[in-house]
């Protein structure tokens, strides 16, 4: 039973039990009115409740509307906004600047397409493409298409960045990179020009002097020949050392592989610092009692110039005392990590000059230069050629106590052999006559290269330039050619491609390159136009008795290779 209607029925009961049942109608018809009123008023409220927050969501989407107005008003980025159908609902002064409008307003309901294509506008994506000025040209925009909703209403915006200052921009980037390239590809040519314009006089004072030091000299004449060069070979250096550092800062320096013997190091070390050392009143040790292994896979060119650096300043820099070089290696497998000390007992470098001394152009002090010459080249190739080889260089030094310079690389260890190479160049060397037909259109160059080869049963022919060599070459086999590369009328390598194209005489004949460019694309060049060697200028007698014995021996293979295909 319902707690009220007990209630009442309580109260129209007697002491005696009797229902009044008049007074309990009464009672329920009244608690029936008075819940009739109360559900109304409840009613009522609830009306206006619902009024109030319809009033205050009006008010909220109102706000929310001018809010995103007020914004897209306001806001420096360029904006957009369109109804479903693609026609501009509102477009603020940043947006309208871009594209030349006057009046931002005048624009509300024209098609996004006068300006925009829709088919750019992808949700979520950030598109490039070109926009339509009022003016009639293109304008060069990146946009963001969105779609949003405020008070039930779908909107779409659209955010733009003008992208004509970040063109021009790059644009100027594009051309300022052209410019560095161009500078760069003319620095290098000038290198390039340079040393072929250095090393062509060179060839002829270094010839000459290898030539007179052959000859009978007096002590006098002899020290002057010596004298003469160191000069010269200390003026290539500088000029090789260029050409080296301009190949590093262009990335073109490349690093090659090949079996390379650290004894052998160890002896050329020997032969080739020890007399110079000792013509100073030095000492040289060298220690190769921590050697594991010999026999390694690099490049020992470029092992060599790392070393011959560290010991050349080593001497050059020690007065008195001498210079120690140790060479050590620890092998585990195929890994051979190998490091050489040079440690001498010269005028040291002083600390705040040590991190200095690997950078390009840079000496410990600058009386050095004027004392001890140099380019300030060396060790900033050395250091960059050690860190090609996957290595480093450092120094540990004290000034008035001498200087430690270590290189350290990581190396494959081989069991692999150097391939022999005559190093010495004699009469009997060459054991028998040649026809060689030598070309070069400088007239010194010619007079030192016939004395040279006046030193072996040579008989030469002579040409000075591509055309001259060609009617040479129609005319009379050769046993070697011995090619200059820049030469006017006709150059070498013009001359041996159409030697290498025709069906002459000397068709297979092995052409040798004697070029003042020394570069490596220099002689990938020469290569790929059907050269067989490549000889660099100064040319020692040395350098051409190998040439002329590895062609001799070229040609000879070929002989034997040719009887066999008609046997």
């Known amino acids: 039973m319902h707690s009220l209607l007990a209630r009442q029925i309580e109260q129209c009961t007697d002491q005696h039990g009797v229902l009044d049942q008049e007074r309990l109608y009464a009672l329920i018809s009244s608690a029936y009115d008075d819940d009739a009123r109360a559900r109304h008023r409840l009613e009522r409220s609830i009306t206006l409740m619902s009024e109030e927050m319809a009033e ?10 001018q809010t995103l107005t007020r914004y897209i008003l306001e806001s420096r980025d360029a904006l957009i906004t369109l109804d479903a159908d693609n026609q501009i609902l509102l477009m603020n002064h940043a947006a309208a600047h871009a594209f030349g409008v006057e009046d931002a307003r005048a624009v509300a309901g024209t098609p996004i397409a006068r300006f925009i294509d829709p088919a750019h506008l992808n949700e979520g994506r950030v598109c490039t493409f070109n926009g339509r000025h009022c003016a009639g040209h293109e304008v060069p925009i990146s946009a963001t298409f969105s779609l949003g909703t405020v008070d039930g209403t779908a909107f779409r915006i659209i955010a733009l960045r003008d992208e004509t200052e970040r063109r021009a921009r790059e ?49 006098t004449q002899a020290n002057y020949v010596r004298m003469f060069n160191e000069a010269g070979r200390l003026m290539m250096a500088m000029v090789n050392d260029v050409l080296d550092y301009a190949k590093i800062e262009a990335g073109q320096l490349e690093i090659e592989k090949h079996p390379t013997s650290l004894k052998q190091l160890a002896r050329e070390l020997d032969t080739l610092w020890g007399p110079h050392a000792a013509s100073k009143g030095l000492y040289l040790k060298i220690d190769t009692s921590r050697l594991d292994w010999d026999m390694v896979i690099g490049d ?10 560290l010991v050349s300043n080593a001497v050059k820099f020690t007065v008195s005392g001498g210079v120690t070089i140790r060479l050590t290696s620890v092998t585990e497998g195929r890994e051979c990590r190998v490091g050489i000390e040079v440690e001498d007992t010269g005028v040291g470098i002083p600390l705040d000059r040590q991190d200095s001394i690997f950078k390009a152009f840079i000496q410990a002090d600058s009386t050095i230069t004027r004392r001890f010459g140099g380019t ?63 070309v070069d259109d400088n007239a010194l160059n010619r007079q030192i290269l016939a004395a040279m080869l006046d030193l072996w049963p040579v008989h030469t022919v002579w040409a000075t330039n ?14 070697v050619v011995l090619m200059d590369v820049q030469m006017p009328i006709m150059d070498g390598m013009t001359a041996t491609r159409r030697v290498r194209e025709g069906h002459g005489l000397n068709r297979h004949t092995p052409i040798v390159a004697l070029t003042a460019n020394a570069r490596k694309e220099d002689r990938d060049q020469c290569m790929a136009a059907g050269m067989t060697d ?18 001799t021996q070229m040609s000879e293979g070929s002989d034997h290779h040719d009887e066999a295909i008609v046997a």
């Open 466 to 479: 591509g055309v001259e060599a060609l009617e040479a070459m129609a005319l009379q086999a050769f046993d």
């Open 534 to 551: 490549f000889v660099t200028k100064p040319i020692s007698a040395e350098a051409l008795a190998n040439a002329l014995m590895r062609a």
């Open 56 to 65: 205050l969501n009006a008010q909220i989407a109102l706000e929310a509307r």
């Open 376 to 438: 300030g080249l060396g060790l900033a190739i050395a250091k960059s050629l050690a860190q090609q080889m996957q290595g480093d260089l450092t120094l540990a030094s004290t000034p008035g106590k001498g200087s430690i310079f270590l290189f350290e690389a990581r190396f494959e260890a081989t069991l692999e052999q150097e391939d022999a190479i005559l190093e010495t160049a004699g009469e009997s060397e060459i054991s028998r006559p040649l026809q060689v037909l030598a």
């Open 171 to 219: 644009e100027a980037l594009e051309i300022a990179k052209q410019t560095a390239e161009h500078a760069n590809e003319a620095k290098s040519s000038f290198l390039a020009m340079m040393s072929h314009e250095l090393r062509t006089p060179l060839n002829a004072l270094l010839g000459s002097a290898e030539l007179m030091a052959r000859t009978k000299l007096d002590d």
């Open 300 to 309: 020992p060119t470029r092992l060599r110039q790392i070393v011959f650096n």
